[in-house]
Structures are given as structure tokens and as C-alpha cells.
């Protein structure tokens, strides 16, 4: 029985490394090339995230800036969080307003340096406007769908411009408004 369990084990252990050893080719389905000309395949994305620098510009009034992290967990879905913070208000009050939350979204290739994304992020903020006679104060959960475009500007490199819709439902200040969002992303492999 002692000799049988050995031979499982030497069996099972010669295995696995002549399975760690074998180079696995690029097919059609598991690999692209980069603006190089070089093989990325498929496995590299899960070792791959995008660091970037958000701007957004609210269609009626707010202008926030931040910070996103993203990593992907397959070929195209990434998950990650980020942060912004901005100026609220019109040409009689002022204010400013905070937000960070999670971020999920899916990319796909439209042309071969033009990526198309959309997402969904979700997250808590808050904020406080005043002018010369009332002060709003108010916060709450958020959640703002998008759909955007990726062009490369290098082979590290991605530019990102994106429409979404920011709804925060506890908040009569700022629930309900369309956004425009600029981006750029440093691609961490």
C-alpha cells in the first residue's frame, strides 16, 4: 500500500511539472498584439490595472476632479474604486461636494486602438452649498451608470471621454444630472 501511495504521489507531482513547463501558444481567441507588434495574452490581463485622473463637468453645474484604480479580473471586466471631490453652486452660491465609491465596468475593441467601455459606480458622498442666506447640507448614496470611449495616446497610455448619469435619491440637491467625464489612464502591468 506504502509503495502504491508513493507511485500516486510521483505520478501526480511529474505531472504538474511537465504541466508548468509547456509554452502555450497564442490563438485568435486568447491573445492581441499591442501597438508593438507583440503578443499580449489573455492570462496577462489578470496581472494588468489602469491608475487614472478624472475630470467631470456636470451638464448643469457641478465640476469635481479625482482619482480611479481599476483592476481587471478577466480579458475585459475590471472592478475598482475611486474618488473625487469638486465645486458645487451657481454664480450665487458656493459650495463643494465629495464622493468615492466602487466601480465595476466591461471593455470591448472596436477598432484597433478604440475601445469602447460602460460601468456602473456606486458609492456614498456629501456636500454643503450655501449663499447669502440659506446653507444646504446633504449626502447620501449614489449610483451613476456610464458609457464612454477609449482611444490609446501610447503603448501605456489611454485616453477616456464618457457620458454618465448621476442619480443620488436622498438628496434634492444633487440627485438627477448628466455628466461628462474626461479621462486618462496609466495602464500598471
Do not use: C
Not at 504521489?9 to 513547463?21: E, K, L, P, R
Not at 509547456?22 to 492581441?32: A, C, G, H
Not at 501597438?35 to 453645474?61: C, E
Not at 471593455?107 to 484597433?112: L, V, Y
Amino acid at each position: 500500500m506504502k509503495k502504491i501511495l508513493i507511485l500516486l504521489i510521483s505520478v501526480f507531482f511529474s505531472v504538474q511539472v511537465s504541466a508548468q513547463t509547456q509554452e502555450v501558444l497564442p490563438t485568435d481567441e486568447t491573445s492581441k498584439t499591442n501597438l508593438a507588434g507583440n503578443y499580449i495574452y489573455a492570462d496577462s490581463y489578470f496581472k494588468k490595472s489602469k491608475t487614472g485622473v478624472i475630470l467631470k463637468n456636470g451638464l448643469i453645474n457641478p465640476f469635481f476632479y479625482g482619482w480611479r484604480f481599476v483592476v481587471y479580473n478577466t480579458e475585459k471586466f475590471f472592478i475598482g474604486g475611486y474618488g473625487m471631490t469638486g465645486q458645487t453652486g451657481g454664480p450665487t452660491e458656493t459650495g463643494t461636494m465629495s464622493i468615492g465609491g466602487m466601480t465595476a465596468g466591461y471593455d470591448f475593441t472596436i477598432f484597433d486602438d478604440i475601445y469602447m467601455d460602460w460601468g456602473l459606480s456606486a458609492g456614498g458622498g456629501g456636500g454643503k452649498s450655501y449663499d447669502e442666506t440659506t446653507v444646504i447640507d446633504e449626502g447620501g448614496v449614489f449610483v451613476e451608470p456610464w458609457i464612454g470611449f477609449n482611444h490609446k495616446i501610447g503603448e501605456n497610455t489611454d485616453f477616456n471621454y464618457s457620458f454618465s448619469y448621476f442619480m443620488m435619491p436622498n438628496s434634492k440637491q444633487y440627485n438627477g444630472w448628466a455628466a461628462f467625464n474626461l479621462r486618462i489612464d496609466f495602464i500598471i502591468n
